[in-house]
């Protein structure tokens, strides 16, 4: 599989890199197979970003985007496969399970170890590579460059999260991923409007 069948890549020349990693909704053909019906309406794709983003190539942002659904590999997990969320309900880096609870896989179709690590080295691998080229591209031209997570989720999801999410949720990882003006000024747009907003980790 090429690159460009794995995500997409538009490059510019301002120090703003945008990745989507869960845009995708290709299952490839030689693993399709193994998923069942449910799991081929890719439910858990992080919907319309591609036209919530369509602004960034006038700002000459870099964005790179999966066309991999996030059930083959999610883009977004370590691929050492720990949690982002220790202790809590979550999905996993070659996840079994829809946000839901529902399987995705025909019975004895799961992926083994083996079929973990090949796409890690076919999916994941190149998405990242490709995300660090360009992050060290721009760091040679610019003293800060920032990378911008973009995703969009279901509102309410009992399994994952209680109630019902604000309309921007901006995680820092507990305020280890950018500083307090960078956050500062991605809030700044949305607050004192009726758009709900949430700042966590
Ligand atoms: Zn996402």
Redesign the pocket.
């Known amino acids: 599989m090429k690159h460009h069948d794995i995500f997409q890549l538009k490059r510019g020349a301002s120090p703003l890199v945008i990745s989507i ?2 845009l995708g909704t290709i299952i490839p053909d030689d693993i399709i197979g193994s998923y069942n019906d449910e799991a081929l309406q890719v439910a858990d794709t ?1 919907w319309y970003l591609d036209r919530i983003y369509a602004f960034a190539s006038d700002l000459g942002a870099t964005v790179i985007a999966a066309n991999i659904s ?1 059930y083959v590999v999610d883009l ?1 997990r370590p691929a050492t496969g720990e949690s982002l969320y220790p202790g809590m309900v979550t999905t996993s880096l070659c996840p079994l399970e829809t946000f839901r609870g529902d399987e995705l896989y025909r019975s004895g179709f799961t992926p083994d170890s083996q079929d973990v690590q090949r796409r890690i080295d076919t999916y994941w691998r190149p998405y990242h590579e490709a995300l660090q080229q360009e992050l060290a591209r721009l760091r040679g031209r610019y003293a800060n460059v920032l990378l911008w997570e973009a ?3 279901a509102s309410v999801l009992p399994r994952l999260f209680s109630g019902k999410l604000p309309d921007f949720n901006f995680g820092t990882s507990d305020g280890e991923s950018c500083n307090e003006q960078v956050i500062a000024s991605a809030i700044h747009p949305v607050r004192n409007t009726n758009i709900s907003s949430v700042v966590s980790g």
């Open positions: 990693p869960h992080d996030r977004n995703h969009s989720i």
